[in-house]
């Protein structure tokens, strides 16, 4: 028997899983982490402590409950927070923590600088997408002005999983999809880096790494990280791609108008398209699997970070419980939510507690419960939060419709999906059913399906597919229409608050850095 191993650098965590070649999971392990604040709304990792020790301590604790030998692993895939900046030496030595995606907003003014200078229709041309705060150009220009003899002794700059895959195989890749979110340098058309714009804004174009598709083998784990990791020498090792894409690829997604949703610590929306559309709100992506077609996508700042929030600092009562009877502490917290009915007795809430990605980009924005009564209790407040992120991604729902990209299938995974009440919350507002794969799915998972057929166990995608296990069978959401026609009132709400009180929220978060 032969086994394929699949890692996940998140933000919060590292995940793990072992797959033998017939698809069949083995084991699966979860390394918990954290993420470094140094100011608000400033976010970075640890490469060196977050990633790389984590990739080596999850595959570690994979290998001691395993009874067969780790040589007879034959592929390895890894995925990872994205996208970031982590510059490093000439020895590959990181300068300074890296700096995360779009939840880290420290590069506003550099945002604004590269776009005035380009132009909004330029930046449009080269890179198909807007620059915002998950673009990494912006957070390369910051670490230029801002840290500039750590700059001078640049050599390379990664994200999270090309340093893993450097780790591994010494080679410095990069796939497509991950390299379209590094505007202005990256040409969307002409799929390489753009020599111009790196000599316009002088930033050295050997700074930026070989680029490949995310299925392609982007080398063979070296004598020296297999004496690291306890790895085989020689395994295969694919180019891999970003967490939320990965994710995507574990769904089973593949057709055109095929949206996913992906309720992870951020909130991803992605959906198929065989055209690029023009829009300024959304991001443009290369398809990771099939060539002629895009992934139409975006991301919200936060997610289930918002139910971690709530958790930590007003569930200790759960946290007790959780102890005590051996109920999840979120289990205890929707237990309640379910009680209270949809519209939380009058409560909105803007999900905007870290800035917000798309389809506002507004690093400036904050979050706002609003319509608080002596009537309310915590649990209208924790289920105002799953409303709040459902209207977010309605949002997205709307700009698809916008630009003329019509919904044919709704695909929900990621952690959040383990509560039905959030899954049904969102399709009541969104007016869609959901379809939750039966089969475990995730970014490992993924990442260990492609390495799959990277290694030639399987022909093509669909087949990969159908001997992962009933993807084409799911746990079918309905959204229920009077709840949907509530929620609609609801929305037209949520929408004009923020308009509303924009001005204020800015000048509040100006005088708060």
């Known amino acids: ?37 140094p100011k608000a709304n400033w976010f ?15 595959v570690q604790k994979l290998f001691t409950q395993i009874s067969f030998s780790p040589q007879e692993i034959i ?37 604004r600088e590269i776009t005035q200078k380009l132009g909004e229709n330029k930046l449009l041309e080269i890179n198909k997408q807007p620059l915002t705060t998950q673009s990494v150009g912006p957070k390369i220009l910051w670490y230029k002005k801002n840290e500039p003899e750590k ?34 340098f990256y040409d969307f058309n002409k799929h390489c880096w753009n020599k111009e714009i790196c000599e316009f804004f002088d930033i050295p174009l050997n700074l930026f790494p070989e680029l490949k598709n995310a299925k392609d083998i982007a080398g063979r784990v070296s004598q020296r990280a297999a004496e690291e990791t306890g790895l085989n020498k020689g395994i295969p090792v694919i180019t891999g791609t970003a967490d939320g894409i990965a994710e995507i690829i574990s769904a089973g997604s593949s057709k055109t108008g095929e949206a996913t949703l992906v309720y992870g610590t951020t909130g991803i929306i992605s959906i198929i398209t065989n055209k690029i559309p023009s ?51 979120y289990d205890l917290l929707i237990q309640q939510a379910e009680k209270i009915t949809p519209g939380s007795q009058g409560l909105i809430i803007l999900p905007y507690f870290s800035g917000e990605r798309t389809p506002i980009n507004d690093p400036l924005a904050r979050g706002v419960i609003m319509g608080l009564t002596l009537s309310h209790s915590r649990a209208h407040i924790y289920r105002a939060l799953l409303e709040g992120t459902a209207y977010s991604f309605q949002h997205h729902f709307d700009i698809f419709k916008q630009d003329n990209l019509k919904v044919s299938k709704v695909i929900a995974c990621g952690g959040g999906t383990k509560s039905a009440l959030w899954v049904q919350i969102v399709s009541d507002v969104i007016g869609h059913d959901q379809f939750v794969p039966n089969t475990i799915i995730g970014a490992e998972m993924g990442m260990a399906y492609m390495a799959a057929k990277a290694v030639g166990l399987f022909d093509d995608y669909s087949s990969l597919m159908k001997a992962a296990g009933g993807k084409d069978t799911w746990k079918r959401i ?4 009077k709840n949907h026609e509530m929620y609609r009132e609801y929305y037209k709400i949520y929408r004009n608050l923020y308009k509303n009180i924009k001005n204020d929220m800015h000048a509040l978060a100006l005088k708060s850095e």
């Open 1 to 37: 028997m032969r086994y394929l191993l699949g890692v996940d650098i998140g933000t919060q965590g590292v995940k793990g899983v072992i797959l033998d070649e017939n698809l069949k999971i083995i084991k699966k392990s979860y390394l918990e982490h954290n993420y470094i604040q």
């Open 75 to 111: 592929g390895i895939g890894c995925s990872g927070v994205s996208p970031c900046m982590l510059p490093v030496d000439n020895r590959n030595k990181p300068l300074r923590n890296a700096i995360l995606y779009g939840i880290d907003t420290r590069a506003q003014n550099e945002i």
């Open 44 to 58: 970075e990792h640890d490469a060196e402590e977050t990633w790389w020790k984590g990739f080596k301590t999850i």
């Open 151 to 184: 700059f001078k002794k640049t050599k390379r700059i990664f994200t999270s999983t090309n340093y893993i895959i450097s780790k591994l195989t010494g080679n410095y890749v990069l796939d497509h999809s991950q390299a379209a979110f590094f505007g202005p």
């Open 478 to 481: 309905e959204f229920n229409q």
């Open 279 to 329: 829009t300024k709100e959304l991001w443009i992506l290369p398809h990771f699997l099939f060539s002629g077609k895009y992934l139409v996508v975006g991301g919200t700042a936060t997610s289930a970070a918002l139910t971690k929030w709530f958790r930590d600092n007003f569930g200790d009562v759960e946290k007790i419980m959780q102890k005590r009877i051996k109920i999840n502490a």
